[in-house]
């Protein structure tokens, strides 16, 4: 309603209430007449009042009243009529508003149905993350869907801080050590000195853990060669062997590999993507791409040479078509294309690179320092899409020893280093944020999401912190070193992989030393309700109907101890 609308109504309505008012404020004419013939007292009808004595009584008696008695029934008489009629009370401005409580009225209606629609909670289900697979056909109220998972994200927050819900130690090979250990959206792959290598899929009620075969059956068991790497994604499982043999197995078609590859010497340095089926890896001097053509069969999509031999190696997500590598091998950065088999140098002759990640349009990677008294260790940020530097970060005098680029909130990054302190630094500023002593020793693993950050150290510690505050939630001891942490926002994932890889006898050390030279991995869920009764993944299915799980106060199940 526009502004002249608005004035024309409030003068149309005031112009009735005039009307309706306008015979109550009218006087009588007999009324008027029979007030103008009463005699007053003291006039010039005194004798004619005296001939009557009851009629001079009575005006003596009115005249004796006190001069406010009239004015009281009046009063009152006003009191009744405005009871009557609010809006003879309130007049012009009891119209005005009537006139804005009837606007309030239409704008609360238009409020409502804005509140009511589905459309837009469904997009801000969307914007906040909740159910992002779903379409707005899925369900009928949005809205309701929308508080539901705000209480499970303050459910589980909540669970977090306190260290609730339950933890699982994931069954390890006997007679064998950890050698690698890798996890996907709950999906966890574990490589061992046997040349075992087992999945398990955490977001189920049993934790089944098949082992995936090799081709090679025909070897003895503890005659296979040692798993060097293994990486996992939604639908893929990788395998690097000590003998430079590549195995590639499909999650959703079996425990058998759907392809294999082999290198003439040992893999160094093993990548998978994390949205799509391509697999790098490094042996010797060399760099292979490997992905499915359009009908399936697994090739070569690009491969380089490369001068030194390469220590980390990531593939770039989101990529579309043609996959991209990133490659570091000593004081040497490549940038590798798939599509043209192009090879860029990011970094040379500069210090060695001691970590590495990469993000959809950046890659970070720490270098080692000079000495003080020249110039302490860096993070390098570089443009993928420019090739150039973006940021030079830290300055410090030990060596960086993880950088989490890829799972940070926007504009935020988390380091590890050898001082054992945990570091979150803007990427708009240039500058560090935030600085916490989280671990005794160099910090070996770390991860950050919207407001938590947990870390793994060579002592054995994770450490969980909520870094608004700069405050630490908690800390459990799970084996030493940590080398490998992921979380979601409903599970952590902790591995304790060794440095050593030869098994110690159990003849000759008490059960806890053996247990600890071994390597250990836990599962720690915050949200058991939400477990699933069986995996979607084929190969991770029960294939028994008795289910076992353990409730836990996390607080209580593990104290304190570094045994």
Request: contains cysteine.
């Amino acid at each position: 309603m526009d502004d002249y609308s608005l004035d024309e109504f409030r003068r149309r309505w005031q112009e009735e209430l005039a009307q309706a008012q306008a015979p109550k404020k009218r006087r009588r004419p007999e009324v008027a007449e029979r007030r103008a013939r009463r005699p007053e007292v003291g006039s010039g009808h005194g004798e004619q009042a005296s001939g009557d004595p009851t009629l001079a009584q009575g005006l003596l008696e009115g005249a004796g009243r006190p001069p406010t008695a009239r004015a009281t029934r009046a009063e009152g008489q006003d009191v009744a009529s405005r009871s009557r009629s609010p809006l003879a009370r309130e007049g012009a401005g009891g119209g005005e508003q009537l006139v804005d409580q009837l606007i309030r009225d239409l704008v609360s209606k238009t409020w409502k149905v804005i509140a009511e629609d589905e459309v837009l909670w469904y997009r801000l289900c969307q914007q906040e993350g909740h159910l992002p697979d779903s379409s707005i056909s899925d369900y009928s109220c949005w809205k309701l869907i929308f508080q539901e998972c705000r209480a499970k994200e303050h459910m589980l927050r909540t669970n977090w801080k306190n260290r609730k819900g339950a933890v699982s130690e994931l069954e390890h090979v006997p007679d064998a050590v950890l050698r690698d250990v890798h996890s996907h959206d709950g999906v966890v792959i574990a490589g061992y000195t046997s040349g075992d290598v087992r999945v398990w899929d955490t977001r189920t009620w049993d934790y089944v853990a098949p082992f995936l075969e090799s081709e090679d059956e025909e070897d003895e068991p503890g005659m296979q060669p040692n798993v060097s790497f293994v990486r996992i994604n939604s639908s893929l499982a990788v395998a690097a062997y000590e003998d430079g043999f590549l195995n590639i197995w499909d999650l959703r078609t079996g425990k058998y590999p759907v392809h294999r590859f082999e290198h003439d010497a040992r893999i160094q340095a093993l990548a998978l993507s994390q949205d799509d089926a391509t697999v790098a890896t490094a042996s010797a001097f060399d760099v292979v791409m490997l992905s499915p053509n359009e009908e399936g069969y697994w090739q070569i999509a690009a491969e380089f040479e490369v001068p030194k031999l390469v220590q980390y190696l990531e593939i770039v997500p989101e990529t579309r078509r043609y996959p991209v590598a990133v490659a570091a091998a000593g004081d040497l950065m490549y940038l590798l294309k798939a599509e043209d088999s192009a090879r860029t140098l990011l970094y040379a002759h500069g210090p060695p690179v001691t970590c590495l990640d990469v993000s959809a349009n950046q890659v970070a990677f720490g270098v080692q320092g000079l000495g003080w008294v020249y110039e302490g260790s860096k993070i390098l940020v570089y443009s993928l899409e420019a090739g150039r530097r973006l940021l030079k970060l830290g300055n410090v005098l030990r060596d960086f020893t993880c950088v989490n680029l890829s799972d940070s909130p926007p504009n935020l990054m988390v380091s590890g280093n050898t001082d054992g302190r945990v570091r979150i630094h803007d990427l708009r500023s240039g500058n560090i944020a935030l600085s916490l002593s989280a671990h005794q020793l160099r910090v070996s693993a770390v991860q950050m999401d919207d407001w938590k950050i947990v870390s793994g150290g060579e002592e054995g510690l994770v450490s969980v912190w909520d870094y608004r505050t700069n405050q630490k939630l908690w800390e459990v001891y799970s084996g030493h070193p940590v080398q490998h942490i992921s979380f979601s926002s409903h599970s952590l994932i902790t591995a304790n992989v060794p440095y050593q890889t030869v098994m110690r006898n159990a003849d000759l050390d008490s059960f806890t030393t053996h247990r600890r030279h071994r390597g250990l991995i836990r599962a720690y869920e915050f949200a058991v309700d939400q477990l699933a009764f069986q995996s979607p993944l084929p190969v991770c299915r029960s294939s028994c109907d008795a289910m076992a799980t353990h409730y836990y106060d996390l607080a209580l199940a593990f104290p304190y101890n570094h045994v």
